[in-house]
């Protein structure tokens, strides 16, 4: 499993602030299917990848400079790093990889909370207007 390119896909989808349904919904594919590519349990075939990045309004390339991103990124981490202990920052505290993992999730939800919570606000909002949601127009009344 190309593990940058679960990560690549899980960037570009959280910088056009979509769910992982939402992606799945526009690509044509399952829900499962979008979780599975973002944890780096399955590879999409390339249809499927090139579906995902069309249906996020990018061109192909945006995967190779995402990907040239994280590059970057991981080569500066390892030049801030404690040269005692390779790829652990001096200011860091140690995290076993249970808490890392933990952390990790508590970050996934807590975006998705915020999605969640702003498409909630705006719906709200568009109601509060008079306006039907997705159709853009007021309604009489």
């Known amino acids: 499993m190309n593990e940058d390119l679960a990560i690549t896909l899980s960037i570009l989808r959280i910088i056009r602030r979509w769910s992982q349904s939402e992606l799945a919904e526009a690509a044509g594919v399952t829900n499962s299917a979008i979780s599975d590519y973002e944890r780096g349990k399955v590879d999409p075939q390339t249809q499927t990848l090139q579906r ?10 945006a995967l190779d400079q995402t990907q040239a991103f994280l590059l970057a990124i991981r080569a500066q981490m390892s030049l801030v790093g404690d040269e005692e202990n390779p790829g652990h920052f001096s200011n860091a505290p140690a995290m076993s990889p249970e808490e890392r993992e933990l952390r990790g ?13 702003s498409r909630l606000v705006g719906t709200v909002l568009h109601l509060l207007a008079g306006v039907r949601p997705g159709s853009g127009r007021r309604e009489e009344g």
């Not at 995902?52 to 390339?61: C, E, Q, R």
């Not at 999730?105 to 999605?115: F, K, L, N, V, W």
Request: glycine share 14%; charged share 15%; no cysteine.
């Open 52 to 61: 995902l990045v069309k249906a996020l309004g990018l061109p192909l390339s």
């Open 105 to 117: 999730q508590i970050a996934q939800i807590a975006s998705e909370g915020g999605r969640f919570f």
